[in-house]
């Protein structure tokens, strides 16, 4: 329960943070997608159902924010926070790599569903033009933010679950002779 409750905190200053301080941040007209950032780590460090319960309440803020229709960034953020929940099993607390990886990937996910979700459907069919301008600015500046992030929530993590050490003899009955 304490982590649902620190991820709803987190996402809640990264939502703030995203609206109304990188605003004045942006670099070649694009800012970083701390919701992303968010939305993947957690699927990546927690697992399937963690990154759906977080991808859900991300898109819902956006939806409830910023959009007439409800449901569209809640559908793209639950498929990035399952598809990162997929690869949970990938998730090693020193690598640094393959989150990464999984973050460009969710951005680059999120910025064609986005595309297709509100562009494309309503006839604007320069796909490549999108991809160039806007997808590919926004993953580079997204995951370099990402990395900070990413190591902030290892870090909370460390601090909230320690690892506890079991001491020896006290093993699941296991008895070793030498």
């Not at 987190?10 to 992303?36: A, D, W």
């Not at 986005?114 to 069919?125: A, E, N, Q, S």
């Amino acid at each position: 329960m304490k982590r649902y409750i620190s991820m709803f905190l987190l996402t809640v200053v990264c939502f703030l943070l995203q609206t109304s301080v990188f605003p004045h941040l942006k670099l070649t007209n694009v800012m970083p997608n701390l919701l992303v950032i968010i939305t993947s780590a957690a699927g990546f460090m927690y697992g399937r159902k963690f990154g759906l319960f977080t991808g859900f309440f991300c898109g819902a803020l956006i939806d409830l924010v910023y959009s007439s229709v409800v449901g569209v960034s809640i559908f793209i953020y639950v498929i990035i926070g399952y598809c990162n929940g997929l690869a949970n099993k990938l998730y090693f607390k020193d690598d640094l790599a393959m989150p990464l990886l999984a973050l460009a990937l969710s951005d680059f996910l999120y910025g064609l569903l986005y595309y297709i979700c509100y562009f494309l459907m309503r006839g604007r069919l320069a796909v490549f033009s999108y991809i160039a301008q806007i997808i590919v600015p926004e993953m580079i500046y997204t995951i370099a933010l990402g990395v900070i992030i990413y190591k902030f929530m290892h870090w909370l993590e460390e601090k909230m679950y320690p690892e506890q050490e079991i001491p020896l003899g006290k093993g699941e009955g296991e008895k070793t002779e030498l």
